[in-house]
């Protein structure tokens, strides 16, 4: 079965910068729409961001739109999330997830579905001074 591997958390100044990653070792996510949800104490998962299975037409939350965003490498084995102007509301542990869809352009409706197929282990982010 697919498994989604996730690292680059840490502890970060507010202002400051992170990229997340979230792997597939000898998968493809050709046939995945993707999420990154982020979990605080005694809180459900959030959808945070999103793509596609084509990769194109990513979606965001409000509250990270301009500083975050979403994107896949060329061999689509790894999706990333690269995180700018970091503040301190944006402390929790990210987890990306995959749905199980072939040939989707974008992800409507996702940042606010918890309903994928398969999850990361998830990764700690920090925004502190």
């Known amino acids: 079965q697919l498994q989604l591997v996730e690292s680059g958390g840490g502890l970060v100044q507010p202002g400051g910068s992170l990229r997340l990653s979230c792997a597939a070792p000898g998968f493809t996510l050709s046939n995945y729409l993707i999420g990154w949800l982020r979990q605080t104490p005694g809180m459900e998962r959030k959808g945070v961001a999103c793509?596609?299975?084509?990769?194109?037409?990513?979606d965001y939350v409000d509250s990270v739109k301009g500083r975050f965003t979403i994107s896949r490498d060329n061999a689509k084995t790894t999706v990333y999330l690269q995180m700018n102007s970091l503040k301190p509301e944006d402390t929790g542990v990210y987890f990306c997830a995959a749905y199980s869809v072939n040939n989707f352009r974008g992800c409507p409706g996702w940042l606010h579905r918890q309903d994928y197929d398969y999850w990361g282990q998830g990764t700690q982010v920090t925004v502190s001074s």
């Open positions: 793509m596609g299975s084509l990769g194109d037409n990513a």
